[in-house]
């Protein structure tokens, strides 16, 4: 697979499913979504450490799934590190399930 390969079909975010919340004025935290192939692929998940473990990722992460719902997507996908725990659990307690591989 080439880097050709990857980009095909891929498209700039989806507003709707892309959150960038401040905390007092503060950048807290930021989810980015984009379209691949014709479905939302969720890019981008971070929280600032300060922020973490308080349900947050879990909260935005539900904002995307209903505006992808809204939106008219049956399904959203993203991409997420074996080993990331705190991560695999946030995504898990939403609703996403595993596959393996590329
Ligand atoms: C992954 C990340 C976005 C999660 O954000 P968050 O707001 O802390 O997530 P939530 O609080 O909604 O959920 C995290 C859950 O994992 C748990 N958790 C934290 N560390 C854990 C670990 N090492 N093993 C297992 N569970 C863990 C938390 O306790 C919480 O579950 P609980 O509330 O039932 O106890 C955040 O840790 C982060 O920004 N990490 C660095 C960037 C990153 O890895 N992004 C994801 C790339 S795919």
């Given at each position: 697979?080439?880097?050709?390969?990857?980009?095909?079909?891929?498209?700039?975010?989806?507003?709707?499913?892309?959150?960038?919340?401040?905390?007092?004025?503060?950048?807290?935290?930021?989810?980015?979504?984009?379209?691949?192939?014709?479905?939302?692929?969720?890019?981008?998940?971070?929280?600032?450490?300060?922020?973490?473990?308080?349900?947050?990722?879990?909260?935005?992460?539900?904002?995307?799934?209903?505006?992808a719902q809204r939106l008219?997507?049956?399904?959203?996908?993203?991409?997420?590190?074996?080993?990331?725990?705190?991560?695999?659990?946030?995504?898990?307690?939403?609703?996403?399930?595993?596959?393996?591989?590329?």
């Amino acid at each position: 697979m080439s880097w050709k390969d990857c980009s095909t079909g891929l498209r700039s975010f989806i507003s709707e499913c892309s959150f960038r919340p401040d905390v007092g004025g503060e950048l807290a935290s930021m989810i980015l979504c984009t379209e691949f192939k014709g479905l939302p692929l969720v890019v981008y998940v971070a929280m600032l450490p300060e922020f973490r473990n308080r349900g947050y990722a879990r909260f935005l992460l539900k904002k995307v799934l209903d505006a992808a719902q809204r939106l008219g997507y049956g399904e959203v996908s993203l991409v997420v590190t074996d080993g990331n725990d705190a991560a695999i659990k946030a995504y898990r307690d939403v609703g996403f399930k595993a596959e393996t591989g590329i």
